[in-house]
């Protein structure tokens, strides 16, 4: 099965905000609201950073935010901070034998 | 503080055999789904395996089925991957993850979020 469909890179300055798309289908991000995003910076570990299209764990940062619409699901970072140039991979339970879809990461640069 | 600690990794020939470990501490172990998902180099994630908390059920990525088994010892609280007939392909850095999963009304899991990994430990396999 086919990974879910997210932007290659965004960018944006300090301070403003950005959005980053993760699309699927009915049989995954539509289909459930089980969409989660993870952090990633280069050489380190993913870090959850939105669970359940928009729940936030303990100590993440109330500037990420998300959120979903049809097979769409979205990862909006308000108040951009440096630290925030990572890349991000939006994942989503399946009802395929996969059961667990990543997209293909998105490259977020802090200008 | 939760902590996944993987191991095992390391450079094995084509057709070769490999098995990683991940020991957890921080939590009760034996309440919790875990996953395997691994990164080739430069490449996104890829879920790979997981694991009731029982070790009852296990599920596998199609790339991967038929080769690797999942497995844990809820006694040491470690989660193995067992890894067969490697390829070139399995080239990656191998994750392992806390998982939480919602169960419905007829008793089915859904994995809804990974939520805390370990550092990985890479395998290459290369000739």
């Known amino acids: 099965q086919s990974a879910l469909t997210q932007p290659a890179s965004v960018s944006g300055s300090p301070g403003q905000s950005i959005t980053i798309s993760c699309t699927g289908t009915?049989?995954?991000?539509?289909?459930?609201?089980?969409v989660s995003w993870y952090q990633q910076h280069p050489g380190k570990a993913p870090k959850l950073m939105i669970y359940?299209?928009?729940k936030r764990p303990s100590g993440v940062s109330n500037r990420f935010s998300g959120s979903k619409s049809g097979n769409t699901a979205s990862l909006t970072i308000s108040g951009l901070q440096a630290e925030d140039e990572a890349y991000y991979y939006c994942?989503?339970?399946?009802?395929?034998?996969?059961?667990?879809?990543f997209g293909g990461g998105t490259e977020l640069t802090v200008l | 503080e939760v902590q996944l600690v993987e191991s095992g990794g390391g450079l094995v020939q084509p057709g070769g055999s490999l098995r990683l470990s991940c020991a957890a501490s921080?939590?009760?172990?034996?309440?919790?789904?875990m996953s395997w998902v691994r990164q080739a180099p430069g490449k996104g994630l890829e879920w790979v395996s997981h694991?009731?908390?029982?070790?009852?059920?296990?599920n596998y990525a199609d790339s991967v089925k038929g080769r690797f088994t999942i497995s844990r010892d809820n006694s040491k609280n470690t989660l193995y991957l067992q890894m067969n007939s490697l390829r070139a392909e399995d080239t990656a850095v191998y994750y392992c993850?806390?998982?939480?999963?919602?169960?419905?009304?007829?008793?089915?899991?859904?994995?809804?979020?990974?939520?805390?990994w370990g550092q990985g430990t890479l395998v290459t396999v290369s000739s």
């Open positions: 921080g939590f009760t172990f034996n309440t919790y789904w």
């Open positions: 993850a806390r998982g939480t999963y919602y169960y419905d009304s007829s008793g089915y899991a859904h994995p809804t979020s990974l939520d805390y």
């Open positions: 359940d299209v928009t």
């Open positions: 994942s989503s339970y399946t009802r395929s034998s996969t059961f667990v879809l």
């Open positions: 694991i009731s908390e029982s070790g009852a059920h296990a």
């Open positions: 009915s049989s995954d991000v539509g289909g459930y609201n089980y």
